[in-house]
């Protein structure tokens, strides 16, 4: 959350035309833009779905009864930014294909959002989550 919010600090400061700048400098034969979008996105989405995968394996999500709120909370994520687009952009058809962008980007500020609640959230998630750890781990 603090690169993001520093990246929309910058980008709208006077230091602005220098981030663009190096944003569009090349590192190992690709930008850093690129680099950002594509290899850092990639990492963070399969770290994701390797915690998705667990949870469903040995965790909170190991069965059908637990999975069907987050299920639908996961489509509701989906669907609902997705909609709420095409709402505003339904007057013109060549925007209307940037629908699943807000739809994708919500998971990476939603998971920054709990890291920050973590610590003043209940503890009892966080108990589950440890001795789901040591049972794990042994």
Known sequence: MAAAFSALVVANSPAAPAYFALLKSYFFGLSIQHWINDALMAAFFLLV????????????????????????????????????????????PG?????????????????????????????????????ELEAYES
């Open 49 to 92: 779905g390797l915690e998705i995968k667990r949870e469903f394996i040995n965790g909170q999500l190991s069965n059908w009864p637990r999975r069907t709120l987050p299920g639908l909370a996961a489509l509701g994520g989906m669907f609902v930014p997705g909609l709420i687009f095409v709402i505003f952009n339904a007057g013109s």
């Open 95 to 131: 925007t209307l294909r940037g629908w699943a962008i807000p739809a994708a980007t919500d998971i990476a500020f939603a998971l920054g959002v709990l890291a920050l609640l973590a610590r003043v959230s209940h503890p009892m998630p966080r108990c589950s989550a440890r001795r």
